[in-house]
T-cell receptor, first 116, second 113 residues
Framework: AQTVTQSQPEMSVQEAETVTLSCTYD???????LFWYKQPPSRQMILVIR??????QNATENRFSVNFQKAAKSFSLKISDSQLGDAAMYFC?????????????FGTGTLLAVQP | DGGITQSPKYLFRKEGQNVTLSCEQN?????MYWYRQDPGQGLRLIYY???????QKGDIAEGYSVSREKKESFPLTVTSAQKNPTAFYLC????????????FGQGTRLTVV
């Protein structure tokens, strides 16, 4: 079964600085998708960025980018020029689309604090 | 506006009672999901449905039941068999297929009193 591990329960960054959140996963599949979701204090889940395993180019969305290392099964999120509004819980997720399945498997999350 | 709506936002239940959490979507999505969120454990999948009148157990289905009689609706019943029901429950929906973003409701906080 696929698993997703986030080894940093909490992180802190100064405003305008850069922070990297780690995520590793385990799968025997060769084609899959990976996602980062943000959950602010409102608890509304928001998609930050997604990556297809077959694409070698790392995905970017404005200040958010990923470092996808397929062989190492690593999928880290880099937030540049951190803003106070980036403070939230961040979840890494694996898209399980094998056979008749269509579901997301989540890690345990990293709580990011942004210091002014 | 299109979206996914969960109700109520807060729910209190007495021990031994069943309670049903509502989830409605108007996004015309085929797939719907229920997740449970506890501190330090992330989101764990309870049940999911890929089509009307069909659903599958997730990782922690014991003590829960669902139905999918309409494409728009996927209610979750927390039964008295669920030993520790106090948690935050999130409903989500997505189109069928790969690379599909899951859209989430705003959640229901269930507390057993």
């Amino acid at each position: 079964a696929q698993t997703v591990t986030q080894s940093q329960p909490e992180m802190s960054v100064q405003e305008a600085e850069t922070v990297t959140l780690s995520c590793t996963y385990d799968t025997s599949e060769s084609d899959y998708y990976l996602f980062w979701y943000k959950q602010p204090p409102s608890r509304q889940m928001i998609l930050v960025i997604r990556q297809e395993a077959y694409k070698q180019q790392n995905a970017t969305e404005n200040r958010f980018s990923v470092n996808f290392q397929k062989a190492a099964k690593s999928f880290s999120l880099k937030i540049s020029d951190s803003q106070l509004g980036d403070a939230a819980m961040y979840f890494c997720a694996y898209g399980d689309y094998g056979g008749a399945t269509n579901k997301l498997i989540f890690g345990t999350g990293t709580l990011l604090a942004v210091q002014p | 506006d299109g979206g996914i709506t969960q109700s109520p936002k807060y729910l209190f239940r007495k021990e031994g009672q069943n309670v049903t959490l509502s989830c409605e979507q108007n996004l015309n999505h085929d797939a719907m999901y229920w997740y449970r969120q506890d501190p330090g454990q992330g989101l764990r999948l309870i049940y999911y449905s890929q089509i009307v009148n069909d659903f599958q157990k997730g990782d922690i289905a014991e003590g829960y039941s669902v139905s999918r009689e309409k494409k728009e609706s996927f209610p979750l019943t927390v039964t008295s068999a669920q030993k520790n029901p106090t948690a935050f429950y999130l409903c989500a929906s997505s189109p069928w297929g790969r690379n599909t973003e899951a859209f989430f409701g705003q959640g229901t906080r269930l507390t057993v009193v």
